[in-house]
């Protein structure tokens, strides 16, 4: 967002809550001038954040969590992470609001109205793990370019909305129907007018599924302006990149989209293992579907300190993309050993799982917490980082944490 452009949109009121206190010759500011005290958008307040959650780049703005941060089993929106791939939108006006529906793949384009979608059919809530494709790129090596997350590029919160199946259904579809991709209203870094600065989606199938929907809320809420206000395509379980963001246009193509993002390294890993830092045909990359199974352990804070001889309880979260976790277990002994945690079933399909254990530390010193998940084809998740791609994406080594027992 570009500060004018953000301070220019404020009432009066508006920045005498950004900047904490009215301002008292407010009938003396010049036009178009903007007052300094908000000439530099604290991204807290501005994006309604906790202020421990960590700024990784603010051109376009992206923010992650900590592990301990996202202990809660529904993520409230003040530790979601934030991915921008462009400027956020500006003056979204919901009640002009349309979604237009178009591509090879439909016999007649059809254009709703937010009001129309949400009159017109039936609404579904589901708990649903977005995590960004590119979540552990920092453990990369040799590094990869783009945003460092670390661990926390992950989110779980309640969406509610319309099923995509039936509003394609309302449409029609052809049978040569294979993906659909995304269009939205946030533009280019560059400001070039017409250039997307993200246009993804997923095949006809993960489109059809029931857990698919075109949100208008999260946490029961209208979806603030950052995760996707007004209308925001959720696709749990895949990449969070094909979940688009304030969505105006979805095409139903006849091929697998071909929109920004879809080609070359983004989203795009290497069919088979290759060495770190190979070149790679651009025939031999895949797109990335179903995310891999992880984990994290949200609870103690890595670093605590615990009386020696006391129990102590760890929790934490685990997803598997299209799968469910099937298995979680934890070791504080560097991985020779591996122990059960209690692990629930997810609320919903897609949703992640929670999972906690009692943990004796045998005597006094330092300790690290691993956690490891299997999902329900057989799969763990790797003690060290999994192969190499040349975006780092899909790093769904064990999580760990430091503990010192006193
Ligand atoms: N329109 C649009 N949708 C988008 C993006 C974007 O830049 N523009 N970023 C994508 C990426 S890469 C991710 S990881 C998620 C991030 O969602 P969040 O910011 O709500 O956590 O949104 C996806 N949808
Ligand atoms: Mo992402």
Not at 58 to 74: F, M, R, S, T
Not at 119 to 146: I, M, V, W
């Amino acid at each position: 967002m570009k500060r004018r452009d953000f301070s220019k949109n404020l009432t009066l009121a508006g920045m005498a809550s950004f900047l904490g206190a009215p301002i008292v010759f407010s009938n003396k500011l010049p036009v178009g001038y903007i007052p300094l005290g908000l000439q530099d958008p604290d991204p807290f307040k501005l994006f309604d954040k906790d202020k421990e959650m960590v700024v990784l780049n603010d051109k376009p703005w992206n923010i992650e969590a900590k592990a301990h941060l996202l202990n809660d089993k529904v993520t409230p929106n003040k530790y979601m992470f934030i991915r921008n791939n462009g400027k956020i939108p500006q003056d979204i006006d919901a009640a002009k609001w349309t979604l237009k529906i178009d591509g090879e793949a439909v016999s007649n384009k059809k254009t709703y109205t937010l009001a129309e979608l949400k009159s017109k059919f039936k609404h579904h809530t589901y708990q649903l793990t977005l995590e960004c494709g590119g979540n552990g790129r920092s453990e990369f090596d040799p590094p990869a370019k783009g945003n460092q997350w670390t661990v926390g590029a992950v989110s779980c919160a309640e969406w509610t909305g319309v099923r995509l199946r039936d509003v394609l259904k309302d449409v029609g579809i052809t049978s040569d129907a294979v993906y659909i991709g995304y269009h939205a209203a946030d533009t280019h870094l560059s400001g070039h007018p017409t250039k997307e600065p993200i246009s993804r989606g997923v095949p006809i199938q993960k489109a059809m599924q029931d857990e698919t929907i075109l949100a208008f809320q999260m946490n029961g809420e209208d979806i603030p302006l950052v995760h996707g206000h007004p209308l925001r395509l959720v696709c749990g379980g895949w990449p969070a990149s094909a979940s688009g963001k304030w969505v105006n246009r979805l095409s139903v193509r006849d091929r697998v989209h071909d929109g920004a993002k879809m080609g070359g390294t983004s989203y795009r890993v290497p069919c088979h293992p290759v060495a770190p830092g190979s070149k790679i045909d651009d025939e031999d990359m895949c797109i990335i579907e179903s995310m891999p199974v992880k984990s994290l352990i949200t609870y103690p804070k890595s670093g605590a300190l615990l009386k020696t001889g006391k129990q102590l309880q760890i929790n934490g979260h685990a997803w598997a993309g299209e799968l469910e976790v099937s298995k979680m277990e934890y070791s504080i002994d560097f991985g020779s050993t591996w122990h059960p945690c209690t692990l629930q079933k997810p609320v919903n399909r897609l949703a992640w799982q929670h999972f906690k254990a009692l943990v004796e530390l045998p005597k006094k010193g330092y300790y690290e917490i691993w956690a490891k998940a299997t999902d329900s084809n057989g799969k763990s998740q790797p003690m060290v980082l999994p192969g190499w791609n040349p975006k780092g994406y899909l790093n769904n080594a064990c999580h760990r944490i430091a503990v010192k027992a006193v």
